[in-house]
């Protein structure tokens, strides 16, 4: 995991932490001893890329620091119904608590990743890359993106922090392209910043008119296959092309093929089925 993660991912835990286990688990602790130990296992139920295993560490680690992890699969592996992802021992009510957080965050996880990696299939043998958007679960984007790159995808900006994107609204509001352009240019001299400058253009004139700025990549939104060519003819390859907008994975291989550098993709995080997973109390010798 990235350093840069850990605070997000910590805070994340915290939180659900609170929101499912609030004053006590007492469910748990009415019926299980205190200090009783066990061991559980957790089981793979549907086919696709796992995703979340380094996570579930860290939920079972915050409730149980003694806690025994033996790890038999790893994130990012194709995982088929039936195989075990992982191994635990610890106390058995820290067990229980973290059952279902670490289950909702691996499965979403896993459902990302698998996902992704139907879509980056898709694009075998052509230079493009599909990457993630901003259009993430709140407060769990950090995971998202680990899934969409676990699943062999890229990832976009992470916020809007890392990056400047002039879409259409801000390119409306500051009076065009030109005018946007410059006055971020004139934005990061002053802050003393280096972040990447991308622009959305919804015409081919308005591609003209950005690569003509030396931006650093041109979106083309909502531009059909054929205008996406002739996009990519106009930039020749003096700046990063991406692709966004109406593409599926119907059409996702014919506009790779137009020659962009990336296709940038919502619904790898945002239209996602789960992956099926239990964790299940076990044997120690299973």
Not at 9 to 16: K, R, S
Not at 114 to 135: H, M, N, P, S
Not at 164 to 174: E, Q, V
Not at 218 to 229: A, G, L, Q
Request: charged share 30%; net charge negative; with cysteine.
């Amino acid at each position: 995991m990235k350093e840069e993660y850990i605070p997000f991912v910590n805070d994340l835990i915290e939180l659900a932490i609170r929101e499912d286990i609030g004053d006590g688990d007492h469910t748990s602790l009415c019926c299980i001893p205190h200090d009783e130990r066990g061991r559980m296992k957790l089981l793979i139920k549907q086919e696709g890329i796992l995703a979340g295993v380094e996570i579930a560490e860290i939920v079972l680690r915050r409730l149980d620091p003694d806690v025994k992890l033996d790890k038999r699969i790893e994130d990012g592996s194709h995982v088929r119904p039936g195989d075990i992802a992982f191994y635990v021992e610890g106390r058995l009510i820290s067990l229980l608590q973290a059952e279902r957080i670490l289950l909702n965050i691996m499965q979403r996880m896993s459902g990302v990743a698998t996902q992704t990696a139907v879509y980056v299939k898709e694009l075998d043998g052509l230079k493009t890359k599909v990457i993630d958007t901003r259009k993430t679960t709140p407060g769990m984007r950090v995971m998202d993106k680990m899934a969409v790159h676990l699943g062999g995808g890229g990832n976009h900006r992470m916020g809007l922090f890392d990056m400047i994107l002039l879409k259409d609204n801000h390119i409306d509001f500051a009076g065009g392209i030109t005018a946007a352009v410059n006055k971020a240019k004139e934005y990061l001299k002053a802050k003393n910043k280096n972040l990447p400058i991308e622009v959305e253009t919804r015409t081919l004139d308005d591609v003209r008119e950005a690569v003509s700025l030396g931006v650093d990549r041109i979106m083309f939104d909502n531009f059909t296959p054929e205008m996406t060519r002739q996009a990519v003819e106009l930039v020749g390859g003096r700046c990063e092309t991406e692709s966004s907008g109406g593409i599926t994975l119907a059409n996702l291989r014919e506009y790779a093929a137009c020659g962009v550098d990336f296709i940038s993709v919502g619904a790898l995080t945002h239209q996602i089925r789960s992956l099926d997973m239990s964790l299940k109390a076990c044997k120690a010798d299973e």
